[in-house]
């Protein structure tokens, strides 16, 4: 129990949130909504993460938590260039189009 | 009063997160994303960790999803382009094993993710922004100066990724 | 909680929201009458005695007009962005202690919205979510300038950004909290008697380059390219009219009322001032005055630099916030952990 809100509500949420990312990231066809959606995973790990910290009293999860966080920051700037240089090349977000090794 | 805003929070990150997924849109998905993680923020300050939630809304929800909305609007994609499905086959079998995946998932963690004999967590006992702020710089310092140096390393990258080749 | 405790509760949240707009309406004409006496000219004398009546009579106007609305633009995010810029400017004044302490029905009501454990970052969250209202401003009026103008003004607001939290990283660091009321309460006292220990005289660098920052998020002159009203037509607001426009006008004015609070509370002591402990409703409403005080005297600042200084170039701009001010903040940051340790050592 974290106050109120007991553990296995804060992990149903991070488990459903994950569950949307997922379906997200394998479903869709645009790189832009892929991206998201990752990023939406990495958030749902946040939350477990941090609902684990609370209820067992310790720092750990928030320091977990501001570290994914930094990361997240430079995978996303990172992803997004490589997004931006194959947008150049190729002129569409639509991964099946993507599938050639050189253009 | 803090399930009333758990519950509702929880609701709404759920349903924005989910209008990200299925928007044709990919500006109104960055802006579904964006409510969906400050409704994330509230229920990190209920979890007792105020400033992980101000974090996320100045980091994640403040500079990496504004990075995305500008990759988009320089990059002006509107719309999603429209096309048949070439596979529809893989959407039914994907959409079925997340759906097994999910159900599976949310099963264990109800009945067995909390650990047993735990004692409940108050607002006094729970880990101050001191000592968090402590804990970065003496016990997590390595894995802190090291992500100076990822920081660096993506900010090079990106910048090298981007910028047009010169060809002599 | 009891019903006192609730009235308590929503007056010291909803006041601020309700007064601050009402306080934008004779700032209007305080802007108007100081840039006419700068530009040498009479300025709004005709309307009510001393023009005064000129701001109500503006407003009176745009709710009057028509709203015209581009047919190509984004509807939802048309309408969405100026609420947007309302809420992240008046949001922003919640955690900003604008008195001492008043004693009601035998409890303390510390004279702020919400005395939060993260005050000042709560701050820069808010101001990081008014970079969407600018963005979106642009974007969904489908018009290349406001385009333009949305993305240069929220690449400069996140750039100004990075400078203003480093800067205030100075003043938490002395402090040593984040909350706003701890901040105040470690700039008591003088030095030699009659020097204020507010943290502009040891970190005044760390105060200019705050400020500066600061009229660059408010997107004021100098820095005020992105609604540049002879380059851009008017940027990301092109393409409002009447009661929209107004309330990005109002969102403009709002936040830089509530930059200069920040400022005074930061490095100035807020509405505190060396040797005044208020007791009682009288010290109260000292309190409240010597706040307003040095808010209006910072936003005075404001009027006047805009009408004195000319615009920067953006480029100019974006190079002076990277390669200028956030180093500069950095070693602001040394200095005031240097000026710590000293402390601490003695």
């Known amino acids: 129990m974290i106050g109120k809100i007991?553990?296995?509500?804060?992990?149903?949420?991070?488990?459903?949130?994950?569950?949307?990312?997922?379906?997200?990231?394998?479903?869709?066809?645009?790189?832009?909504?892929?991206?998201?959606?990752?990023?939406?995973?990495?958030?749902?790990?946040?939350?477990?993460?941090?609902?684990?910290?609370?209820?067992?009293?310790?720092?750990?999860?928030?320091?977990?938590?501001?570290?994914?966080?930094?990361?997240?920051?430079?995978?996303?700037?990172?992803?997004?260039?490589?997004?931006?240089?194959?947008?150049?090349h190729t002129e569409t977000i639509d991964v099946n189009k993507i599938n050639l090794l050189k253009w | 009063m803090e399930r009333i805003v758990f519950d509702a929070a929880a609701t709404i990150a759920l349903v924005f997160a989910a209008l990200m997924v299925l928007s044709r849109n990919p500006v109104k998905s960055v802006l579904a994303l964006v409510v969906s993680f400050f409704f994330l923020a509230v229920i990190y300050v209920l979890l007792f960790a105020p400033f992980i939630a101000a974090i996320q809304v100045i980091v994640y929800a403040g500079a990496i999803l504004v990075l995305f909305?500008?990759?988009?609007?320089?990059?002006?994609?509107?719309?999603?382009?429209?096309?048949?499905?070439?596979?529809?086959?893989?959407?039914?079998?994907?959409?079925?094993?997340?759906?097994?995946?999910?159900?599976?998932?949310?099963?264990?963690?109800?009945?067995?993710?909390?650990?047993?004999?735990?004692?409940?967590?108050?607002?006094?006992?729970?880990?101050?922004?001191?000592?968090?702020?402590?804990?970065?710089?003496?016990?997590?310092?390595?894995?802190?100066?090291?992500?100076?140096?990822?920081?660096?390393?993506?900010?090079?990258?990106?910048?090298?990724?981007?910028?047009?080749?010169?060809?002599? | 909680m009891n019903l006192i405790d609730w009235v308590i509760l929503v007056a010291r949240v909803a006041l601020p929201a309700m007064i601050l707009p009402a306080i934008v309406i004779p700032l209007v004409w305080y802007e108007r009458r100081v840039?006419?006496?700068?530009?040498?000219?009479?300025?709004?004398?005709?309307?009510?005695?001393?023009?005064?009546?000129?701001?109500?009579?503006?407003?009176?106007?745009?709710?009057?007009?028509?709203?015209?609305?581009?047919?190509?633009?984004?509807?939802?995010?048309?309408?969405?962005?100026?609420?947007?810029?309302?809420?992240?400017?008046?949001?922003?004044?919640?955690?900003?202690?604008?008195?001492?302490?008043?004693?009601?029905?035998?409890?303390?009501?510390?004279?702020?919205?919400?005395?939060?454990?993260?005050?000042?970052?709560?701050?820069?969250?808010?101001t990081s979510l008014s970079v969407y209202a600018l963005v979106l401003a642009g974007w969904s009026s489908n018009n290349k300038f406001s385009l333009m103008g949305g993305i240069r003004s929220s690449a400069q607001l996140i750039s100004?950004?990075?400078?203003?939290?480093?800067?205030?990283?100075?003043?938490?660091?002395?402090?040593?909290?984040?909350?706003?009321?701890?901040?105040?309460?470690?700039?008591?006292?003088?030095?030699?008697?009659?020097?204020?220990?507010?943290?502009?005289f040891p970190q005044i660098l760390g105060f200019l380059i705050f400020f500066i920052a600061t009229f660059a998020e408010t997107n004021r002159l100098p820095f005020d390219l992105p609604e540049a009203e002879a380059e851009l037509v008017a940027g990301y607001h092109t393409e409002y009219s009447a009661m929209h426009f107004g309330s990005f006008f109002l969102a403009e004015y709002v936040n830089v009322i509530v930059s200069s609070a920040l400022t005074a509370t930061l490095y100035l002591g807020g509405w505190s001032l060396p040797g005044f402990h208020p007791h009682g409703v009288l010290g109260v409403l000292l309190s409240l005055l010597v706040f307003a005080a040095k808010t209006g005297f910072l936003v005075s600042v404001f009027v006047w630099v805009r009408w004195t200084l000319p615009r920067f170039r953006y480029d100019q701009l974006m190079a002076l916030g990277w390669k200028v001010f956030l180093p500069l903040a950095l070693v602001n940051l040394f200095w005031a952990a240097a000026l710590e340790m000293w402390k601490a050592a003695r």
Do not use: C
């Open chain 1, 6 to 88: 007991p553990l296995a509500d804060v992990l149903v949420v991070s488990a459903a949130l994950f569950a949307i990312g997922l379906a997200g990231a394998l479903l869709r066809r645009t790189a832009i909504v892929i991206f998201l959606s990752i990023e939406l995973m990495m958030n749902a790990a946040n939350l477990a993460l941090l609902g684990y910290g609370a209820a067992l009293g310790t720092v750990d999860g928030q320091i977990a938590v501001f570290f994914v966080i930094a990361i997240a920051a430079a995978e996303a700037s990172v992803g997004l260039a490589i997004f931006v240089a194959l947008f150049r």
């Open chain 2, 69 to 168: 909305l500008f990759v988009l609007m320089l990059l002006n994609i509107r719309h999603e382009g429209s096309g048949k499905d070439p596979r529809p086959i893989q959407r039914i079998v994907g959409g079925g094993a997340i759906l097994v995946f999910t159900i599976v998932l949310v099963a264990l963690l109800s009945k067995h993710g909390t650990p047993p004999g735990l004692p409940p967590a108050s607002e006094a006992a729970a880990p101050h922004i001191g000592d968090v702020a402590r804990a970065v710089y003496s016990d997590f310092l390595l894995p802190f100066e090291a992500l100076s140096v990822l920081l660096l390393a993506a900010l090079v990258g990106a910048f090298v990724l981007v910028s047009k080749e010169h060809r002599p």
């Open chain 3, 35 to 126: 840039a006419a006496f700068i530009q040498d000219r009479p300025g709004p004398n005709r309307v009510g005695p001393f023009g005064l009546l000129q701001s109500p009579a503006d407003i009176l106007k745009l709710f009057m007009k028509e709203e015209v609305i581009p047919s190509q633009s984004d509807r939802f995010l048309f309408y969405l962005a100026p609420g947007l810029a309302v809420f992240s400017a008046l949001a922003t004044f919640a955690v900003i202690p604008y008195g001492g302490t008043l004693t009601i029905a035998g409890k303390d009501v510390p004279l702020l919205g919400a005395d939060i454990s993260i005050g000042v970052l709560y701050v820069f969250a808010m």
């Open chain 3, 160 to 200: 100004y950004e990075l400078a203003m939290t480093t800067a205030a990283g100075g003043v938490i660091l002395s402090a040593g909290s984040f909350k706003l009321a701890d901040i105040i309460a470690a700039q008591q006292g003088t030095w030699l008697g009659f020097i204020p220990r507010w943290n502009v």
